[in-house]
């Protein structure tokens, strides 16, 4: 199939765009009432409904012995898969964590003008789950992109779940586990895993915070357990925007398109914003010539269809407008001096600078996080990162002097308010609430400069 061309000012273009925007409020309510009964039932049975849920979505047997993977059996996985996979694993895991290391939050204490000790305590999460996706593949860098952060942070006990496969184990991802430190896995996916990870079971306890990729019924979990765990961002289908200008290579242009398209739920998008119709044109015939050898074609030709296009644009600045409202998840920008041009971009996931840097080199062992913010949420949300697993309290301490200076000004916003109560609770350390009983001395005005 050929990808549709477009030019910016046409009708045709903005009803485009605006499909791609309206992915932001896409109705889940259908799924919302399925998933409210998976939780329903998780809460009610425990380990039962998910032996009963995994045998009906996953064709996996399991027993209450088998749900968790072993630590001999994740240790051993190391050993059978081949050297170049597991060196290319710790490869991965050393650039990620080093990368991470350079995100953390620190404490914080200092006293101001008036006396008072003022400071923010940044401490790690005790007790995190992540969500591993399974289905029809096995996903190794997603457990290192998961895992590692909560680790670099110090996380005490990392919970790992993901689908069984009824074809056997997937061995990378046991390893991938081992690797990443993860304490411990279970052999459970789905919106049943997200109520396991939330409410606890006899086998799986309850965590304090929910993170990770997974389809629309993993989503809609994560939403509906929000409040009893915390949760990271919603992840929906990978996007790619590529911007390119009329130097840039359309093979490798196509070949970014693709990538991001082959994920297979056929909601991925792949869009291209160039000044050159010629680029444009090029680009559609290598995307054609690659799909006739590459084994998930169908896969991408569906995304293609739906929400895949180039688009010839009247110069850069229009496709950083354009960029911007759209907030992909991954922007390339295959332009000269692509970071004259990084200033111009206010929403994406990540940023991949020049034609040497394809979105699949941050999706594996760049460094930083392929748990990026979709559908849009670039717009307001980060990628994925040891910040994520650290909670802040904040640190209050009023001396005299801090009393004496600001204590009035307190009592007078909390009656500006209507809470009495606050006011006497801050005047009794300023001596000007009398004990019951006591007539109470004449005020002085509570506002000072």
């Known amino acids: 199939m050929r990808p549709r061309i477009l030019k910016s000012q046409t009708?045709?273009?903005?009803?485009?765009l605006g499909a791609i925007l309206a992915r932001r409020g896409a109705d889940g309510a259908g799924i919302d009432r399925v998933v409210s009964k998976i939780?329903?039932?998780v809460r009610k049975r425990g380990?039962?409904?998910?032996?009963d849920l995994t045998a009906k979505f996953d064709g996996v047997k399991l027993t209450a012995a088998t749900i968790r993977v072993t630590l001999a059996q994740r240790r051993?996985?190391?050993?059978?898969?081949?050297?170049e996979d597991r060196r290319a694993l710790e490869l991965a895991a050393r650039r990620i964590a080093d990368f991470h290391r350079r995100t953390m939050e620190r404490s914080f204490i200092y006293r101001d003008k008036s006396g008072m000790r003022l400071g923010q305590m940044v401490q790690p999460m005790r007790r995190v789950g992540i969500y591993v996706p399974g289905g029809l593949g096995a996903y190794p860098s997603s457990v290192l992109m998961?895992?590692?952060?909560?680790?670099v942070a110090g996380v005490a006990e990392i919970v790992m779940v993901s689908p069984p496969s009824a074809e056997g184990e997937r061995l990378a991802v046991l390893a991938a586990a081992e690797i990443?430190?993860?304490d411990e896995f279970y052999r459970v996916g789905g919106a049943q895993a997200v109520a396991a990870l939330a409410y606890g079971t006899d086998t799986i306890k309850p965590v304090d915070k929910i993170v990770g990729p997974g389809n629309a019924f993993v989503q809609a979990a994560k939403r509906l357990v929000y409040g009893v765990a915390d949760i990271d961002k919603m992840a929906g289908p990978s996007e790619v925007l590529v911007i390119a200008d009329d130097r840039a290579r359309p093979e490798w242009i196509a070949a970014d398109l693709i990538a991001q398209a082959e994920h297979g739920s056929g909601d991925e998008?792949?869009?291209l914003l160039t000044t050159s119709a010629r680029i444009a044109e090029r680009v559609a015939e290598a995307v054609e010539v690659a799909l006739k050898s590459l084994p998930r074609a169908r896969q991408v030709e569906n995304a293609l269809v739906k929400r895949g296009a180039m688009v010839i644009v009247r110069d850069l600045d229009e496709a950083f407008e354009l960029a911007n409202e759209i907030a992909p998840e991954h922007l390339e920008l295959e332009v000269r001096n692509p970071s004259r041009w990084l200033p111009k971009v206010k929403a994406a996931g990540a940023v991949f600078l020049g034609p040497l840097t394809p979105a699949p080199l941050g999706d594996y062992l760049a460094g930083p996080n392929h748990v990026l913010p979709t559908g849009g949420a670039a717009r307001f949300a980060s990628p994925l990162g040891a910040y994520d697993f650290l909670k802040r309290t904040s640190i209050i301490e009023a001396s005299r002097g801090a009393i004496a200076a600001l204590g009035p000004v307190v009592a007078h916003l909390a009656r500006m308010e209507g809470f009495e109560g606050h006011a006497r609770a801050m005047e009794l350390r300023q001596g000007l609430t009398p004990a019951p009983g006591v007539k109470k001395k004449k005020r002085a005005s509570a506002v000072r400069s």
């Open 39 to 41: 939780i329903a039932d």
């Open 11 to 16: 009708p045709e273009f903005r009803k485009f």
């Open 76 to 83: 051993a996985a190391i050993n059978r898969i081949g050297v």
């Open 47 to 51: 380990d039962r409904a998910l032996i």
């Open 146 to 151: 998961n895992a590692i952060p909560a680790k």
């Open 180 to 182: 990443a430190g993860v």
């Open 269 to 271: 998008t792949a869009m």
